[in-house]
């Protein structure tokens, strides 16, 4: 975030400010904006709008607002204002004083909507939903006029006031722009400015107005009020840019922003239809916006990964023009990099086995030192407790095996991580023959290296059976497991192609003492396993709770499941 303008990555919007800030073009300003509707929790396509909009204005000495454009009532929350604002903040970005909402320019957009009616560039109009579509025509052959639309200055004038004053019902009467119903583009067909909606109470401005602005009218308005330079947007609004262009030329703004489109990211094996999120959520299918297993911002940070990951992420894939598919292998690669180098270590025992080391004195502890990062000194040691009693992982032990299992079998050796040489001596199974208990015995010659000829094959890891603690854990896989479940034609319903195993809840795990106090913003390695952080909505001092981050490495194409 650091890096200027000169050293990061070129695309093709750099290219745009550049010539504009060579040309002094809006006297070398550059203002951007990130303008979400709040009627829904953020997911990955808007970090990497974020990441643009508020890295462009950093890179170029300029400002970077944050708009929530909520013109819609019926839709939106407060909740999710607040949502999306600590969003902002956890990615890196600060908006201090320039925090705005269309709705604080309501009165505003009202007098520039009046100035269009006294221009004679929009009417009201009485036609149904039903009618507008018919009138509207195809994409290939024009539209009509609706009856309505040679009403005088002075009729519409005071249809259109009697409309905010609450005198019409709900969907009786819309304020249409009047430009050109037979345009090859559909967007210009006089498209609808308000709309009447009477009995809906705003997040902001509570029961002040019973019309509220669309979108594509309240949108390039509030960007010219706000002064900004460049409306940077995603594809689908390339068709709306020259309706853009002519409200702020018919309106004649002082300023008029160039608006500029990218490719939104589709990401692999996730979605970012908010409306399909939005489906995810109300049936249900996920335990609500901040499921970890979801794209959403809140979900990812829940889940562990790290801001800088995510920002490393949006710079590598880079911006573009065209439509592409981003493979999740890349976002994940991104986040192992930056949790290898930062995430402190730790052991934790996800299916235990107990553990009985023979000779080793009963009620004894003995408390043995082990580094936070086998790599980095500066994240100091802990002391681990060790006991006579011990738990491994099931899968380290097998009764017989061939020399590639470098784990611990029967009559063989193996090392305990940062602790001694065991060696299993007797096994014991329950009446199902399930191996329950170890017997084993140490080498109290083994703390820290193998003794001159002693050759030891693997090194696992373990927990005290004493001072470890319980824990659940939550094993999180990719939330579909069809690649493009948002994008590919053909499904017909994306909920089909839900993970039925994007979640294992792990309710006998066991991690070390010195996670009692671990905070949920702070992700672990825990040795061998993968990466993890406590679930800071279900964790408590009661219950240790922690989910899997990431993976040590893909496991998921080690499976083949592509």
């Not at 974020?50 to 400002?63: R, S």
């Not at 052959?141 to 002075?154: A, C, H, I, L, Q």
């Not at 590919?488 to 991690?511: C, G, M, Q, W, Y």
């Amino acid at each position: 975030m650091s890096e200027t303008a000169d050293t990061k990555p070129s695309n093709f919007i750099r290219y745009i400010i550049d010539a504009d800030m060579a040309s002094n073009k809006h006297d070398g300003r550059v203002q951007t904006r990130f303008p979400p509707e709040p009627n829904g929790y953020l997911h990955i396509g808007h970090a990497k709008s974020i990441c643009l909009n508020f890295g462009l204005a950093l890179d170029y000495n300029g400002v970077c607002t944050l708009r929530f454009d909520d013109t819609n009532p019926q839709k939106e929350e407060a909740e999710f204002v607040e949502a999306i604002k600590e969003d902002v903040l956890w990615l890196g970005f600060g908006f201090d004083d320039h925090l705005y909402y269309a709705s604080g320019y309501f009165e505003q957009l009202y007098q520039y909507a009046v100035q269009l009616i006294e221009q004679g560039d929009a009417y009201v109009c009485d036609l149904s939903a039903e009618e507008t579509r018919e009138y509207r025509g195809t994409l290939t052959e024009p539209g009509k006029d609706s009856p309505y639309r040679n009403r005088s200055v002075e009729e519409n004038l005071d249809l259109f006031k009697r409309m905010q004053t609450g005198e019409f019902e709900d969907g009786s009467r819309v304020l249409r722009a009047k430009i050109d119903m037979a345009s090859p583009n559909i967007n210009l067909r006089d498209p609808a400015i308000y709309r009447i909606r009477r009995d809906v109470v705003h997040h902001q401005t509570g029961d002040a107005w019973s019309i509220y602005p669309m979108y594509d009218y309240a949108h390039c308005v509030s960007d010219a009020i706000e002064g900004v330079t460049h409306s940077v947007c995603t594809l689908e609004f390339e068709d709306h840019r020259p309706l853009y262009d002519w409200f702020l030329d018919t309106l004649k703004t002082q300023h008029h922003p160039q608006q500029i489109e990218f490719s939104r990211l589709n990401l692999q094996y996730a979605i970012t239809s908010k409306r399909k999120l939005t489906r995810l959520v109300e049936d249900a299918l996920v335990d609500g916006w901040s499921d970890p297993r979801m794209p959403t911002i809140s979900g990812m940070r829940r889940r562990g990964y790290p801001a800088a990951a995510i920002r490393e992420f949006c710079t590598r894939i880079g911006v573009t023009k065209a439509d592409n598919s981003v493979e999740m292998d890349i976002l994940e690669s991104c986040i192992r990099e930056n949790l290898n180098e930062k995430a402190p270590r730790a052991m934790a025992v996800l299916n235990p086995l107990k553990v009985v080391i023979t000779n080793y004195p009963e009620g004894q502890t003995e408390q043995l030192t082990a580094p936070n990062h086998p790599q980095d000194e500066m994240m100091g040691t802990r002391e681990v407790p060790f006991t006579q009693t011990l738990y491994i992982d099931k899968a380290d032990f097998k009764e017989e095996a061939n020399n590639k299992f470098k784990r611990l079998v029967k009559d063989k050796e193996v090392r305990l991580r940062n602790a001694y040489v065991i060696r299993c001596d007797e096994v014991l199974k329950d009446d199902a023959d399930e191996v329950i208990e170890l017997r084993c015995s140490y080498d109290p010659t083994t703390l820290g290296a193998n003794p001159e000829g002693r050759k030891v094959k693997g090194v696992i890891h373990w927990v005290s059976a004493e001072y470890g603690l319980p824990a659940e854990v939550r094993l999180f896989d990719r939330l579909f497991n069809h690649p493009h479940p948002d994008t590919d034609k053909e499904i017909e319903d994306f909920t089909a192609h839900l993970n039925p195993d994007s979640l294992v809840t792990l309710t006998r795990s066991i991690v070390e003492p010195s996670l009692a106090e671990a905070e949920g913003s702070q992700v672990y390695q825990f040795e061998r396993e993968g990466y993890f952080c406590v679930d800071s909505a279900l964790s408590s001092s009661e219950k240790l709770v922690f989910n899997r981050t990431i993976t040590l490495r893909d496991t998921w194409a080690k499976a083949g499941q592509k």
